[in-house]
C-alpha cells in the first residue's frame, strides 16, 4: 500500500470514530453501562476527586486501538496499524476538547474563542443539562447540531 492508502485509513479512522463515540455515548453510556456514566452527569461529583467511574470508558475505547497498532506491527496486516493510529488520534482529539477544554480538568487551554468551539460547548452544555439517561441530547463530540452554532435564546423551542 501506499503512503497516500495509509493517510487515508487514519482519516477514515479518526472519522468513523465520530460515530463510535456517539453510538457508544447513546447506546452504552446512557444504556447498560450508564453506572459508569452517571458520575460524569453530576454536578461537581465528588468534590476534590479527579477521577470518574465515567473515566473506565478510556480503558473500553483505548483499547481497540492498541490492539489494532499491536496487530498491525506485528502482522502481516499494516493497515491495522494506521486503523489503531486513527482511533489513537480521535482519542487523543476526545481527551483534549472534552476533559481538557470543556471539564477543564487541566489549565492547558481555556480560552478557546471562535464559533465552533462555542458551539461544541453549547451542544456539551446542553446533553449535560439533564442529569439522567433519558432525555439527553448531542450525543457526539465533534459533529455538533448546527442549532448550537446559535445563541441559546436563538433555538427553535420543542413543543410539548
Not at 453501562?33 to 461537581?44: A, C, F, G, I, N
Not at 439517561?133 to 423551542?157: I, P, Y
Request: aromatic share 18%; charged share 20%.
Amino acid at each position: 500500500m501506499t503512503t497516500f492508502t495509509y493517510i487515508l485509513i487514519t482519516v477514515a479512522a479518526i472519522c468513523g470514530m465520530e460515530f463510535v463515540a456517539w453510538f457508544t455515548h447513546k447506546y452504552v453510556m446512557h444504556g447498560l453501562l450508564w453506572s459508569w456514566h452517571e458520575d460524569h452527569h453530576k454536578p461537581h461529583f465528588k468534590e476534590g476527586k479527579f477521577f470518574e467511574k465515567n473515566d473506565l470508558f478510556f480503558l473500553v475505547f483505548a483499547t481497540p486501538g492498541a490492539g489494532a497498532i499491536l496487530a498491525g506491527s506485528f502482522t502481516s496486516h499494516t493497515w491495522l496499524f494506521f486503523v489503531g493510529l486513527g482511533i489513537t488520534i480521535y482519542g487523543a482529539i476526545y481527551f483534549l476538547i472534552h476533559d481538557v477544554y470543556i471539564h477543564q480538568r487541566f489549565e492547558w487551554f481555556r480560552q478557546l474563542d471562535n464559533k465552533y468551539s462555542r458551539a461544541i460547548l453549547r451542544a456539551h452544555g446542553a446533553h449535560h443539562a439533564r442529569q439522567t439517561k433519558e432525555d439527553c441530547e448531542s450525543f457526539g463530540l465533534l459533529v455538533v447540531n448546527q442549532k448550537f452554532f446559535k445563541k441559546r435564546s436563538q433555538w427553535e423551542k420543542k413543543v410539548a
